[in-house]
C-alpha cells in the first residue's frame, strides 16, 4: 500500500469524532502553554502522562502531538506582545516581533507568525509521511549490536544536546540509566536495588518520574526564584490582517524556514532552538531591507515561526522511526508510547501502522485547528498572562498530585501507617528536578536514562549471546560504525567549537590589551 493510501486511511481514522476532540484539547492546551512563560509542551504532557493511563492510545498520542504542534504556536505570543517567550525556540521571534508590536504593527507579526506556522506545519508534516517509510525500511535491517549502537547515539546526542555542558548532560544521563536498573531483571529473574521494597520490583514508573521532574522541579524552582517585575504587555492596535506587502515580504521567508527547520529538527543534535536561529540568520542575508533587521523587520518573524514549526515535526521522523528523542518533548512522547506498551522505532511501522498514520495524519488537522484558533482568539491568550503565578503552579502541583494518585493508588502500610509510596517517589524525584535545574543540569537526560536504558542493556545481552561474549561484535557492522561515529562527533565537536570560542576570546583580550 502506499503512503497516499495510508495517509488517507489515517486521515479518515483522525477524523473520527473523538480522535477530533482529543486532537482539539490538545491544541487548545499546548496554545494556552505555549502563551504562558515558562510552561512549555513538556511540562504539560508530563501532567498528562498519569490522566491519560486509561485513555485510547491513538487519542491520547494525538492529544500530546496537538499540545507539542500548539506549544509551538503559541510561543510566539508572548514573544511578540511582552517580549517574554514562552518556549525556548520563540526567542528569535522576540527579536523583531516586539519591536513591530512597539510600532503598532502587532496585528501583522502575529499574522504572519500564525500563518507561516500553518505553511510550515503542513508542508513538514507531508514530508515526515513521505521520509519516514524510508527511514523504517532501512532500520528493519538493523540487528542487536546495530540497535545497541542507535540507543548509544540517543545518550550521547541526549546529553550533548541538552544544557550548556556535554559532562552536566551525561551525568544526568547516567542518573537515569542507573534508575533504570532498579527492578527484577528479566533474564535472571533477581531483583536489583530494589531493598526489598515490593513496589520496587517493576522498575521505577516513567511517568512518575517525568511528572516529578519536568512539573513538581519546576514548580520548586519558580518558589525558590525570587519575584520578578510585571512586564508590560503590548496592545495589539489597528487590524491584525497583513497587508499585500506584507505577504510579498513574508511567503519566501516560510518556505526557508520550513526547508530549514525540518531537517534540523530530525537531527540527533539539532531542535527547534538552532532551526529558528539559523533560519533568523538566513532572512537576514536574504532580505531587500536588511536595514530594517533590529527595528522590526517582518521576515524575521515569518522565518524563525517556520522554522520552528517544521522542526517539531521534523523531531518526529527519529522518534517514530528509530525510536530516537532529539527534543525534552520528545522524551516525553516516547514515555507516553511506552505507558500504552508501544516502542517507537520501525515495528511499530509494522506491528501498529494505523495508529501511526493516524497519528501523522491527526498532525494535519492539528494543523488546520491552530490556525483556526490563533488569531480570532488572541485576546482570550492574551488574558492568561494575568494569572497569578502562585495560582498557576498550586494548580500544577494539585493535578500533578492527583494524576499520580489516579494511575497508581496502590498504599503502603507500616505500622499502624497508610501512606502512598507513588507519592513518596513523586515528591523525592521532584526535589531531585529541583535540585538538577538549581545547579545547571538538564532533565531530558534523566527520562532518556530511564527509558532507553533497558532497551539499550537488553540488546546488548542479545548481541554479546549471539556472539558467545565476544564484544568485537558491537563494532563488526558498518552500520554500527557510522553511528558510533556520529556518536562521536556530536560529543566532541561541541567541546571543540567551546574551546575555539574561548581561544578566539582569549586573543581578542590579548590584542585589545597591546
Known sequence: MGTFDLLLQGLLAAMEPMNLVYALIGVTLGTAVGVLPGIGPALTVALLLPVTYRLDPAG????????YYGGMYGGSTTSILLNTPGESASIVTALEGNRMARAGRGGPA?????IGSFVAGLIATLLLAFIAPWVVRFALSFGPADYFALMVLAFITVSAAFGDSALRGLTALFIGLALG??????????????FGIPDLFDGIEVTTLAVALFAIGETLKIACAPTHLQEQVEAVKGSVWMTIEDWKRSWASWLRGTFIGFPIGAMPAGGADVASFLSYSAEKSFSKHPEEFGTGAIEGVAGPEAANN??????LVPLLTLGLPTTATAAIMLAGFQQFGLQPGPLLFVNNA???WALIASLLVANLMLLVLNLPLIGVWVRLLTIPKPWLYAGILSFATLGTIGANAAVMRIGG???????LLLLAFGVLGYLLRRFGYPIAPVVVGLIL??????????????????PAILFASPVAMVLYTVAAIALLLPLFLR???????????ATDED
Not at 60 to 67: E, K, N, Q, R, V
Not at 110 to 114: I, M, R
Not at 181 to 194: E, N
Open 417 to 423: 501507617l497508610a501512606f502512598s509510596f507513588e507519592l
Open 499 to 509: 574551546l575555539r570560542g574561548r581561544g578566539q576570546l582569549l586573543g581578542q583580550l
Open 110 to 114: 502575529l499574522a504572519t507568525a500564525a
Open 453 to 470: 536504558g533497558p532497551m539499550a542493556e537488553q540488546q546488548l545481552r542479545r548481541a554479546l549471546a549471539i556472539s558467545q561474549g565476544d
Open 60 to 67: 491520547s498520542l494525538i492529544m500530546f502531538a496537538g499540545i
Open 354 to 356: 494505523s495508529l501511526v
Open 310 to 315: 517544521a522542526s517539531a515535526a521534523g523531531t
Open 181 to 194: 536498573l532498579i527492578g527484577i531483571d528479566l533474564q535472571t529473574g533477581q531483583t536489583r536495588l530494589a
